[in-house]
Structures are given as C-alpha cells and as structure tokens.
C-alpha cells in the first residue's frame, strides 16, 4: 500500500549530537514533503517543507532535510541537538494524483536528548 | 479565533454510546482536516473538506464515524456506538488552499489544534 514509512519509532541521544531521522514515501510522481513537530504539550507544526526547487532544504531551529528523488526519502537532519529538541518528529506527505490537499502522516519518531 | 479550538478536550464515554467532537478552523482557512492520533500509530488521516464539501472521505474507519462542516466553519466529527477502539486524541487541523501548478493545493501548513481525548469504557 502507498504509505509514509518512519523506520526509527524512538532514538536517544546525547546533547550535541548529530541527528537523521529517516523518512521514506512510497509515491510515484510529484510529491510535496514535510516534517512537523510535536513537542510535549504541544501541538503539531511546521518543520519544513518541500515543494520543488533545491532539494536541501531548511526549517526552522536548524533543521534541514534533503529530497533524493531517486531513494523516495525525505531525511530530517540537525547537526548538533539540544535538550529542547525533545520532541516527535512526523514526516508528512502530499501525494499526487489525489484530492490535491490530502496530507498523509508517518507513524512519527520520538527523540529523546540526555542533558 | 486566533487557533484552532477543539472541544471537548477531554470525553470519557461508555461503550455504544454516541459522541460528537467540534472544530473551529482558523478564520479564513477553506481546508479542514480531522486525524485520529493513537499510542504508536501515528496521525492516522479520517477526512478532509475544502469548504463545506468533502472531497475525500477515505481514513473513515467505518460507517460508525461521519463529519460535516457547516458555512466553510465549524466541524463536527461523530461516531456512533462507540467501541474500545474509538479511544485516541482526535485532532483538527486547518489550512489555507493555494493554487500551485494548476491544481489547488495546500500551502504545506496545517494548524494543528489541541486535540480531543476520547476514553471509550
């Protein structure tokens, strides 16, 4: 079935660290990409986006994430997190050749940093 | 309002009973999105509307569940007869719609709103 596949459900890391949360789609054609954020308490928003142009792409709080086409991913990266950064991470998906506004959700990433 | 506002936030019903969930989008926001968020799941996609009409109505789990929304505002979300299952965090979301390459498409951004937590006894 088409879907949006988070692989890693709980990553732990140390303050300082380097993060890649992995994001995979399994949708031909055009597709518009996202990452939301869910932080304790909080509700859902917006990471980042992608909708064509540079696949490197950045967000908010110094996270970026690259499209490669040719692997169907969509991997969110920060080079160096942060205690705040505790939070679960969902990559979204707006799959083509369907109602044009449907956006299909990950299963989401808990991360966990240790101060 | 200046969020999405969803209520109740909190419902704990009995089994077969009926329930009623309301959204209230974003002034302005022509798209309305409802999700169902469960322990491990994910967001698991029920239904969307652009304006009052909703053009996919696929994530519905069953005949038990049905929306609507009303003046390109408010929605609501009910399930009938309520089971076990039903329980989970039902979130609203809106956006606003843009045209992109000839298509309406959805500018990327949904605003989430709290949630409403559904306990099924």
């Known amino acids: 079935a088409q879907s949006v596949s988070q692989h890693n459900h709980h990553v732990i890391l140390s303050e300082a660290a380097s993060l890649e949360l992995g994001c995979n789609y399994s949708?031909?054609?055009?597709?518009?990409l996202f990452w939301y954020v869910q932080y304790p308490g909080q509700h859902l928003q917006l990471l980042l986006k992608y909708f064509s142009g540079d696949p490197l792409v950045k967000g908010i709080k110094g996270f970026e994430a690259e499209f490669i086409k040719s692997k169907f991913s969509f991997n969110l990266r920060k080079p160096s997190v942060q205690w705040s950064d505790t939070a679960e991470y969902f990559c979204a998906v707006n799959p083509p050749y369907s109602s044009a506004s449907k956006i299909i959700f990950g299963s989401g990433t808990r991360l966990s940093i240790r101060p | 309002g200046a969020g999405v506002s969803q209520s109740p936030s909190n419902k704990v019903t009995e089994k077969g009973k009926d329930v009623e969930l309301r959204c209230d989008p974003i002034s302005g926001h022509t798209a309305l999105y409802w999700y169902r968020q469960s322990l491990g799941q994910g967001l698991e996609f029920l239904i969307y509307f652009q304006g009052n009409s909703a053009p996919d109505k696929s994530g519905l789990p069953s005949d038990r569940f049905s929306a609507e929304r009303t003046g390109g505002s408010v929605s609501t979300l009910t399930i009938q007869r309520t089971q076990q299952e039903d329980s989970a965090v039902y979130l609203c979301?809106?956006?606003?719609?843009?045209?992109?390459?000839?298509?309406?498409?959805?500018?990327?951004?949904?605003?989430f709103g709290e949630g409403s937590r559904l306990t099924v006894l």
């Open positions: 949708y031909g054609g055009t597709v518009n």
């Open positions: 979301a809106s956006s606003l719609e843009a045209r992109t390459s000839g298509r309406v498409g959805n500018t990327g951004e949904l605003f």
